[in-house]
């Protein structure tokens, strides 16, 4: 009997981790999703598909600012080598290089954070967001894989 109790609460950790795994994964999706959708928003405004509305720019940058918060808890060591539904999955240089993955998140949010006190019209949007833009595909660039 107690060698059941033993299995039993070792295979609910593992399922446990298992769906913690998951979970983390899951939301890192909903987060990259997020930040394309709010992405092509700002870029629309700024390409003049759209007209300038501050909301969407302050809902665009909460988000950003919500990821970079987010992220660094995200990529537990159970989670390496996990291929994402989509194109693309974390590459093992997130776990190999979590220094430097960090530090990129950080520089993310840093440039996030300056953007949300300055951007107040289209120029001022125009004139911030290929900086948020370079700091996402630096990030993408070293640490994001496509599948394949």
């Known amino acids: 009997m107690k060698r059941v109790l033993i299995v039993g609460g070792t295979l609910l950790l593992g399922m446990g981790a298992v769906w913690a795994q998951q979970d983390s994964v899951k939301e890192v999706q909903t987060l ?5 959708r709010n992405a092509g928003a700002m870029s629309a405004i700024v390409k003049g598909e759209k007209p ?6 302050n809902s665009a940058l909460a988000q950003f600012e919500d990821t970079a918060k987010k992220l660094p808890n995200l990529f537990p060591a159970s989670a390496k080598g996990v291929k994402l539904d989509g194109d693309y999955s974390a590459s093992p240089k997130v776990w190999e290089d979590k220094a430097g993955f960090d530090a990129k998140i950080a520089s993310f949010a840093k440039v996030v954070g300056e953007a ?5 019209d289209l ?3 125009k004139a911030n967001l290929p900086a948020i ?9 070293t640490y994001r894989i496509k599948n394949g």
């Open 133 to 141: 833009g370079k700091e996402c595909g630096a990030c993408h660039e």
């Open 116 to 120: 949300k006190s300055k951007v107040k």
């Open 123 to 125: 120029d001022s949007l």
């Open 52 to 57: 300038y509305d501050q909301a969407t720019v």
């Open 32 to 36: 990259m999703k997020g930040n394309g």
